[in-house]
């Protein structure tokens, strides 16, 4: 705990902005890697599976419905999406299935435009901090010469601490912004290729 206090001092007044963007940060991914591994916890696979072993015609579907409103994941909801209308043209099951996702996507994305900003920001921040610090090394030169080399290399050092902890928080965040862009990704994959299995199925078009 001393250590990281030393650290924050030395970084100098910037470090304060950049400890919150990383508690930010954090917050952030533990929040998106909740929400993922909650809305992917049943493979789509596995649902479609279900329906096909549950869907009976002469119900309208409404067994397979309420297991995929029991699942209670994204993939879950869009196939009774689909259900729901398992009686009209193709067109329209896909359309209606598209419609949901498009509903669901955007909590997926939740929070990401925040991680992007604090990916942007946080170098700015490291280097305002760079600034500052040589800003008074050349103050003290200034005032003192080269005779006080220890409060220059302060300074420089206050500089270096500030930049370098901004370029971490940026690339740890852009690792986990990225990471979470393509889950987003292949969910968008998944609901094409599992929604037409799913229209295929209700439609007849494959047994």
């Known amino acids: 705990m001393d250590a ?3 650290y924050l001092h030395q970084g100098g007044f910037m470090m304060y902005p950049l400890i919150l963007c990383s508690i930010l940060a954090i917050g952030i991914i533990l929040e998106r890697a909740f929400t993922f591994r909650r809305a992917t ?3 789509p696979e596995e649902l479609l599976e279900e329906i096909k072993a549950s869907y009976k015609v002469g119900d309208h579907g409404a067994a397979a419905s309420r297991l995929m409103e029991d699942a209670k994941t994204p993939y879950s909801r869009i ?4 259900l729901k209308n398992a009686d009209r043209s193709p067109e329209a099951i896909d359309m209606a299935m598209s419609q949901e996702a498009a509903n669901e ?3 997926l994305e ?3 435009p925040g991680l992007r900003t604090i990916i942007t920001i946080a170098p700015l921040l490291g280097l305002l901090g760079t600034i500052a610090g040589m800003i008074a090394s ?3 030169v200034a005032h003192s010469g080269l005779s006080s080399p220890t409060a220059v ?3 420089v050092s206050e500089a270096l601490i500030s930049t370098a902890t901004g370029i971490s928080i940026a690339v740890i965040g852009l690792i986990f912004h990225n990471y979470f ?4 990704k292949r969910f968008v994959e998944d609901i094409e290729y599992y929604g037409s299995e799913l229209t295929n199925f209700l439609t007849g078009r494959v047994a």
């Open 4 to 6: 990281f206090v030393t």
């Open 41 to 43: 916890a049943i493979d």
């Open 79 to 82: 196939f009774a999406r689909g």
């Open 105 to 107: 996507i955007p909590s």
């Open 110 to 112: 939740n929070y990401l």
């Open 138 to 140: 050349f103050k003290e």
């Open 153 to 155: 290399m302060g300074g």
């Open 181 to 184: 862009g393509n889950l987003v």
